[in-house]
């Protein structure tokens, strides 16, 4: 298919039209509706399957490794001993997980670990909508085991009051996945 | 002998009337800083500055302290008193321009009524260029010095098709007084419509003097010659934008004086002239101006639109339509505007102006043809088989 | 006699119209363009030899990065390359084919908009950059919503795709190509006639058929010239030869043709979508990967296979030793970097304002570049 150049009538050419099409253009969005979302006082909700922050489940987790083989630049570290354990009267060889810390840092939020894990439902998933993970302190930004389950889902750094922050669990030490 | 009076009238009341003005002309010049960069938003669905204060208001203050306080760089190898005269030269003549032009009806509006009010003011403004190739050159640096005289090669350029606009509006006015013209077309018609295509010259080339889209190649970022004003910081930049900002707003008057009637609203002697406003009095006055600032704010606010709309010319393109068009096109219009004249059918030129607007008018509000990237299947379906 | 003073210029890799980091070493006479010689590298990050290192499904998040802008495109490539070493494409269920068609012109018409708002912008007109973004956005919102990223989309896998589409989501993308034709419409308003778009875009940068074919040139910039080879219609892949759209072609081969010609693609591109959209309405639910097991280890070979990305032709060679996880040598074809070879030809003679169109018309992406 051919692409044809436009041809200008005689008025075009004389009465600069093109111009002035240009303009009307122009003017008709000036009163159009604007598509700007006020940050941080207005945000979007990302979708769904938004690949955000980690969220991790130590009580579903097998110890099977399978993510941290799939994570194409191996920042997931991850530390396991085996253990004999009472499970239903019986003396099972259990894994037992000593360490697993991510490195958010380097991260690019593939989910190509949450694919490889086996478990249903997953014991590491990225669908946590969480995307403001800016922080003022490099280490802030590597999560051992606990952190990954219970970061508190409210960066801090915002300035407006922080009334929907999940509530202190018991027993847990709350810490926040930004500036502290 | 000076007696008080004399003095009263001839030194003290003008220049009270041009402070005055100079304030009030400052502040329009800084709100539009505000303005066309809200405006510019607006168009590009987006909104401008909206944070700082009420809708962004603020921002106009914020700017110049950011202005001053900013850390005034100087070139080591630059000509300091060049660098430093650079930007004050343009702002002198924008501001002495206003004690020129008439705001409104009335003596109590313009602060010198010269019989040569035009050409002074043509004058006046062709200096505006010195600033520009000395900050360019004494900044020592080859690209700002390539972009300084390439801006005043457009500028010097621009001021013939600018002054020959303004003859066939003088043809028909007859006088070089900005008054005499508002009250001549407020006894005729606007002088848009007699003279559309001076009106159009003169639009495009005050576009071509104030370095704006689509003629702002030397202040264009993403070109590599990267401008006269590269180099200058802070408040010496700040000067640049101010100068030109206010060079726009006296081109914007200078438009709405010789072709769209000033602070009259007038057909035939019919309507809002000089006179039935005078003797409204104060009210009149005030309205008066209130419609001059409007035509002027139109003006302006086309300015930005234009910014908005078009992409710009490369610099031989610029030239090249500023000799080879606007020339001509202006030196024509003067034969046809004095054959006209000379043929005693001065009223049919006010014809022929408002049969073009029409024409416009109407092509505009038809649809525009297809593109033609645009193919005769484009809404063909295949169906599932 | 004369003395011709020839000056060279750095057009730098820090400059706001380079698109990324190129650098252009210009040797010009006055304003006039002697020789440009880009100068690359500067963004490369040792994506190849990064792929010797990894298994063929954590590959895909890397080739992402290559054209950034088009990543789904990338993905495509990748996958199906490997498909065809392993002898597997004739497995690919026909709703993965469909759904791989539906990203790969999303993502062909986000690409052009993102060239349109940047070649505007260069060449002065600065209010088509934002109305381009705000139809970029809708499009990005669609892939969030399938695949969780907006930019870097990792949104297939080797044998099909990760996930089926959610619900609602081709009702969506119904709704956007519905509107997408005015929004084109609006674009060429203040574009295509306008007089100052004419006279800084035609006539520029001229490549003659031959020439492109010399240089390998291909996309856009090859069909500007009038050279009718798109691999969709030429060696279709996916189920593009069950579609039915056209190729658009330039007539003189300029900065306008090419133009023309990539807001067409926009078009025909709407017009794939919306072919696709009723048959994949037809496929069952959910079959949507090929059965084939984790562990990707293709047979020993060697394969190059390419498919047009929206900048041009985009090949992948890979050779597989048959028995690691990891391809033994993976070469990327990208178009932008055999594109950009050009650039000294059509540079040549012309204005140094009119290198930042040039380098605008040619579309580069320097991650694709320097990979």
């Known amino acids: 298919m051919q692409v044809e150049h436009p041809k200008p009538r005689w008025a075009d050419r004389f009465l600069l039209l093109d111009l002035f099409e240009g303009l009307k253009t122009t003017v008709r969005e000036l009163f159009q509706p604007k598509v700007t979302v006020r940050y941080p006082e207005e945000r979007l909700e990302p979708a769904d399957r938004f690949r955000g922050m980690f969220r991790f489940s130590y009580d579903r987790c097998i110890a099977c490794k399978l993510c941290a083989q799939a994570c194409p630049i191996d920042i997931i570290y991850i530390d396991v001993h085996d253990e004999q354990r009472e499970v239903d009267g019986k003396m099972k060889k259990l894994k037992v997980l000593d360490r697993y810390d991510i490195d958010v840092k380097r991260c690019m939020f593939c989910a190509l670990c949450e694919e490889a894990c086996p478990t249903k439902p997953k014991s590491i998933w990225l669908t946590s909508k969480t995307y403001e993970l800016a922080s003022y302190d490099r280490n802030d930004l590597y999560f051992n085991m606990q952190e990954l389950e219970y970061w508190d889902d409210r960066p801090k750094y915002t300035g407006l009051p922080d009334e929907d922050a999940p509530a202190e669990i018991e027993g847990q030490k709350q810490i926040a996945g930004g500036h502290e | 002998m000076i007696t008080q009076a004399a003095l009263m009238k001839y030194l003290v009341w003008p220049l009270v009337k041009f402070l005055v003005a100079f304030l009030i002309v400052q502040v329009i010049v800084a709100a539009m800083n505000w303005v066309e960069r809200r405006l510019l938003g607006l168009i590009q669905a987006r909104l401008g500055p909206n944070r700082v204060g009420w809708h962004g208001l603020l921002q106009i203050v914020a700017d110049p302290i950011k202005f001053l306080l900013k850390e005034d760089i100087v070139p080591s190898s630059s000509e300091k008193i060049a660098y430093f005269l650079g930007p004050m030269l343009p702002l002198i003549p924008a501001f002495i321009v206003f004690c020129l032009i008439p705001f409104g009806p009335g003596p109590m509006f313009l602060s010198a009524r010269v019989n040569v009010a035009l050409l002074l003011i043509l004058a006046l403004t062709s200096t505006g260029v010195y600033g520009i190739i000395l900050g360019g050159w004494a900044s020592n640096n080859k690209y700002s010095l390539m972009g300084g005289l390439r801006s005043a090669a457009q500028m010097v350029s621009y001021e013939v098709p600018f002054g020959l606009s303004i003859v066939g509006v003088l043809m028909i006015c007859g006088s070089l007084d900005l008054v005499n013209i508002v009250n001549y077309q407020a006894n005729n018609a606007w002088n848009l419509l007699p003279q559309i295509v001076a009106a159009f010259i003169f639009f495009v080339s005050m576009n071509a003097e104030n370095n704006r889209t689509p003629f702002d190649l030397p202040e264009a970022e993403s070109e590599l010659v990267a401008g006269y004003h590269t180099e200058y910081s802070a408040m010496k930049f700040a000067f640049f934008m101010l100068a030109e900002y206010s060079s726009m707003l006296v081109n914007s008057c200078l438009m709405t004086i010789l072709f769209l009637g000033g602070w009259t609203i007038a057909y035939d002697g019919h309507g809002l002239t000089t006179a039935k406003l005078i003797s409204m009095g104060t009210f009149g006055a005030l309205l008066g101006f209130a419609i001059f600032f409007a035509k002027v704010m139109f003006f302006m606010l086309v300015y930005i639109w234009f910014r908005a709309t078009f992409p710009r010319f490369r610099f031989d393109q610029l030239m090249d339509l500023g000799w080879k068009w606007m020339i001509p096109l202006a030196l024509g219009n003067i034969v046809v505007t004095g054959i006209f004249i000379l043929i005693g059918q001065e009223r049919l030129m006010y014809w022929i102006g408002l049969a073009t607007i029409g024409a416009i008018f109407f092509y505009l509000s038809r649809k525009p043809a297809p593109s033609p990237t645009k193919t005769a299947h484009a809404h063909k379906v295949v169906h599932a088989s | ?371």
């Open chain 3, 1 to 371: 006699m004369f003395d011709v003073h020839e000056m060279e210029i750095n057009f730098g890799p820090q400059h706001p119209s380079t698109h990324g980091v190129l650098r252009v070493l210009l040797t010009v006479d006055g304003e006039r363009i002697i020789n440009a010689k880009p100068v690359i590298g500067y963004l490369h990050r040792g994506t190849e030899k990064l792929f010797e290192h990894m298994a063929y499904p954590q590959c895909i998040p890397h080739t992402d990065r290559m054209d950034y802008v088009a990543s789904a495109t990338n993905n495509l490539g990748f996958v199906e390359t490997v498909e065809k070493l392993m002898g597997i494409t004739a497995q690919i269920p026909k709703r993965a084919q469909l759904l791989r068609v539906i990203l790969s012109e999303l993502q062909r018409i986000s690409s052009h908009l993102l060239w349109l708002a940047t070649h505007a912008i260069d060449i002065g007109a600065m209010t088509p950059f934002f109305y381009c973004f705000r139809e970029r956005e809708q499009i990005l919102d669609l892939f969030e919503t399938y695949c969780g990223a907006r930019l870097t989309l990792n949104c297939m896998r080797i044998g099909g795709m990760p996930e089926d589409a959610p619900a609602g989501w081709l009702d969506d993308i119904e709704e956007f190509i519905g509107k997408f034709d005015a929004a084109v419409d609006e674009y060429e308003s203040l574009l295509t006639n306008n007089r100052i778009w004419k006279r800084r875009t035609i006539g520029i940068g001229v490549i003659s058929p031959e020439e492109a074919i010399e240089w390998g040139v291909t996309g856009p910039p090859l069909r500007g010239s009038g050279v009718n080879w798109d691999i969709r219609k030429a060696l279709p892949y996916e189920c593009y030869a069950e579609l039915d759209f056209e190729v658009p072609l330039g007539i003189n081969g300029d900065t306008y043709d090419r133009y023309l010609c990539r807001m067409a693609e926009m078009r025909q591109s709407r017009r794939i979508i919306e072919q696709c959209i009723p048959l994949i309405k037809a496929t069952p639910a959910g079959d949507i990967k090929a059965k084939i097991s984790r562990v990707v280890r293709p047979p020993e070979g060697e394969v190059y296979h390419s498919i047009e990305s929206p900048k041009g032709e985009l090949g992948y060679y890979i050779i597989a030793d048959g028995k690691s996880q990891n391809a033994y040598r993976c070469h990327v074809r990208p178009p932008s970097f055999v594109n950009l070879q050009a650039l000294p030809a059509m540079a040549k003679g012309h204005l140094v304002s009119d290198l930042v169109a040039l380098i605008g018309t040619i579309d580069i992406v320097l991650g694709e570049v320097d990979r």
